[in-house]
Nanobody, 122 residues
Framework: EVQLVESGGGLVQPGGSLRLSCAAS????????MSWVRQAPGKGLEWVSR????????NYADSVKGRFTISRDNAKNTLYLQMNSLKPEDTGVYSC???????????????WGKGTLVTVSS
C-alpha cells in the first residue's frame, strides 16, 4: 500500500523558513518522480514543484521560484521542500504526491499524502 506522510508544517512569520518532509513507503521510491502541491484556504489545488526520480531535474511554479527548493534522499525514501522567504500567500496545506513516471516531464500524480499545514502570519 502506497503511503505518503508529510511533516514539518507550522506557523512562521513572513520572511521565515520551513522545511517540509514526505516519508514514502509501499513502492520503490527511487523509481518515480515526485511532486509537492498545496491548497490555500478556500482555493483549489496548486502545483508547487516537481523532481525526477534521481533528483537531477526540478521544476517550480513561478510563484515559488527562487524561494523554494525541492530535493530527495532515495536512500531514506524521503522527499523534501525547503521554503525560504515565506509570504502570507504561501499559507495552505502542503501535500506530496507520487508521479506515475520516473521523469518529471509529463508527470501525472496517482497518490497523494494528507498534507501538513503551513501558516505564514505575523
Amino acid at each position: 500500500e502506497v503511503q505518503l506522510v508529510e511533516s514539518g508544517g507550522g506557523l512562521v512569520q513572513p520572511g521565515g523558513s520551513l522545511r517540509l518532509s514526505c516519508a514514502a513507503s509501499g513502492f520503490t521510491f527511487s523509481n518515480y518522480a515526485m511532486s509537492w502541491v498545496r491548497q490555500a484556504p478556500g482555493k483549489g489545488l496548486e502545483w508547487v514543484s516537481r523532481i525526477n526520480f534521481v533528483g537531477s531535474s526540478t521544476n517550480y511554479a513561478d510563484s515559488v521560484k527562487g524561494r523554494f527548493t525541492i530535493s530527495r534522499d532515495n536512500a531514506k525514501n524521503t522527499l523534501y521542500l525547503q521554503m525560504n522567504s515565506l509570504k502570507p500567500e504561501d499559507t495552505g496545506v502542503y501535500s506530496c504526491a507520487k508521479c506515475q513516471t520516473a521523469s518529471a516531464r509529463g508527470c501525472q500524480e496517482d497518490y497523494w499524502g494528507k498534507g501538513t499545514l503551513v501558516t505564514v502570519s505575523s
